[in-house]
């Protein structure tokens, strides 16, 4: 794997819009865990959740914002290769996430299984957290990835195995637990991205 350091301008809004995703993702998650709760939810977890949401919504968008008004950079030759190849492999990882999520999901759906797909697609995340983390040098998404595939595992593993819980709560668990480390993620990608635009590196 290359060492080559990209651009500090393209760094930052890979890191910036890599969080708001993350934001997004977190609440489609966080939907998720809530929907399977009977009645939906409960006012101050709505509440908590939707606020949640929405501070780091607008924390991400701003420091997107922020990224993107950094100074055009000055992109050698190897930095394109470099940028050209990490494309590359992101989008393959990408694809293969899919693909996977969506061959697993058609299986539990034919052998009666529903239950286990929000921690099985959650399981495919993590792994594809952690391919990525390779490609972008990103030490942190292998702890991301890491917890994904953890608390999915669990999951699949804990909750049937324990008759009085209902197998419906494997999407509880799986949905606020993907969440909240999406979003933890996202709070830390944002800070240390804040920090950089503060004090760029070489100042």
Do not use: C, K
Request: hydrophobic share 50%; charged share 10%; aromatic share 8%.
């Amino acid at each position: 794997m290359s060492d080559i350091q990209l651009p500090p301008r393209y760094e930052a809004v890979h890191a910036a819009g890599g969080a708001l995703l993350y934001v997004a993702l977190g609440a489609a998650w966080a939907l998720v865990g809530l929907l399977e709760l009977r009645p939906v939810g409960a006012p101050w977890i709505n509440l908590f959740l939707a606020v949640s949401a929405a501070v780091l919504f607008i924390f991400a968008m701003r420091s997107f914002q922020h990224a993107t008004e950094l100074p055009e950079d000055d992109v050698s030759e190897e930095q394109q290769q470099e940028r050209a190849a990490r494309s590359r492999r992101s989008h393959r990882v990408i694809t293969a996430q899919g693909v996977v999520i969506t061959v697993i999901s058609a299986y539990l759906i034919l052998t009666g299984q529903q239950a286990y797909i929000a921690a099985a697609t959650s399981l495919a995340v993590g792994l594809h957290f952690v391919a990525l983390a390779a490609i972008h040098h990103t030490p942190g998404e292998y702890l991301t990835g890491g917890l994904l595939i953890a608390i999915a595992v669990a999951t699949m593993y804990w909750i049937p195995r324990i008759p009085t819980i209902p197998d419906g709560a494997m999407n509880i668990a799986a949905g606020f637990g993907t969440a909240l480390i999406l979003w933890g993620s996202s709070v830390v990608r944002l800070v240390r991205l804040q920090r950089n635009l503060e004090n760029p590196p070489g100042n």
